[in-house]
C-alpha cells in the first residue's frame, strides 16, 4: 500500500539529495505545505521572547534557516516518530533558530507589531499556539489530500475536491461532468474510504487533531 507523502517520507527524500528532479519537487511540496506553520511559530516565538517588531524580511530568514535545519543531517535526520511528534520536532527548531537571530541582533528589538499580526500580538493571552496549531493542522490535511491524489483516479479526485473542497452539489458536479450522479456519489464514497485509511496510516496517526 501507497502512503502518502507524510512528513517522514518528505526529510526521507529530500536528503536523497544525487536524485535532483526528485529533490527538487519533494523541497517544493514540503515547502508549501508547511511554510505558514513555521512562519506562525517564528513569530510566537520572538513574541514570547519580547522581541513584538520584528520586520518581516528578518522573519523570512529565520524561516529559511528552519527549513535549512531540517536537510542538515544533525537535525532533519534527529526526528524520531516514537520520541514525539512532528509538529513538536519542528517547533522546537523554529525556537533554536529565533534565538540564534536574537543573540546576533541584541540591540535590534522593536516595540512595533508586524503588520497584519497587531491584534496577536496585542494579546495578554499567547495566541500563536493555537494559530500554529491549527497551521500544522492545515499543512498535515494538505499531506493527506496530497496522498489521496496519488492514490485515485485523477477524475475520482476532481469530484471529490468539487464536492467535498469546493461544496458543490452533486447533482450540479454530475450535469457539468456529464455523468451519471451515482457515479459522483461513487466517486466521493471511493475518496473518503480512502482518505479514511490514509488517515489512519503510522505517519498521520497521533500528528492530526481533529
Known amino acids: 500500500m501507497v502512503f502518502p507523502e507524510t512528513p ?5 527524500r529530500l536528503k ?11 523541497w517544493e511540496e514540503f515547502f508549501d505545505l508547511y ?13 514570547r521572547h519580547g522581541w513584538k517588531g520584528v520586520d518581516a524580511c528578518h522573519v523570512e ?23 514525539g511528534r512532528f509538529r513538536h520536532f519542528l517547533s522546537a ?35 500563536f499556539a493555537k494559530a500554529a496549531d491549527e497551521a500544522f493542522n492545515d499543512a498535515l490535511l494538505g499531506t493527506m489530500l496530497s496522498g489521496l491524489r496519488a492514490q485515485v ?33 461513487n466517486s466521493v464514497f471511493k475518496a473518503l474510504q480512502k482518505l479514511r485509511e490514509i488517515a489512519k496510516s503510522p505517519e498521520i496517526r497521533g500528528e492530526i487533531d481533529l
Open 16 to 26: 536523497q539529495q544525487d536524485m535532483a528532479r526528485l529533490w527538487e519537487s519533494s
Open 35 to 47: 511554510h505558514q506553520a513555521v512562519r506562525v511559530c517564528v513569530i510566537g516565538n520572538f513574541h
Open 93 to 127: 527548531i523554529c525556537q533554536r533558530r529565533v534565538v540564534d537571530f536574537i543573540r546576533s541582533h541584541k540591540n535590534d528589538a522593536r516595540q512595533e507589531p508586524l503588520d497584519g499580526h497587531e491584534a496577536l500580538l496585542t494579546s495578554t493571552e499567547d495566541p
Open 153 to 185: 483516479s485523477p477524475r475520482v479526485f476532481m469530484i471529490f475536491e468539487l464536492v467535498k473542497l469546493n461544496g458543490e452539489e452533486p447533482a450540479m458536479v454530475a450535469e457539468q461532468l456529464g455523468v451519471r450522479r451515482a457515479v459522483v456519489d
Open 61 to 83: 530568514d529565520v524561516v529559511l534557516r528552519v527549513f535549512h535545519s531540517i536537510l542538515r543531517s544533525g537535525e532533519g535526520s534527529g526526528f524520531d516518530p516514537e520520541r
Open 8 to 12: 517522514l517520507t518528505l526529510i526521507g
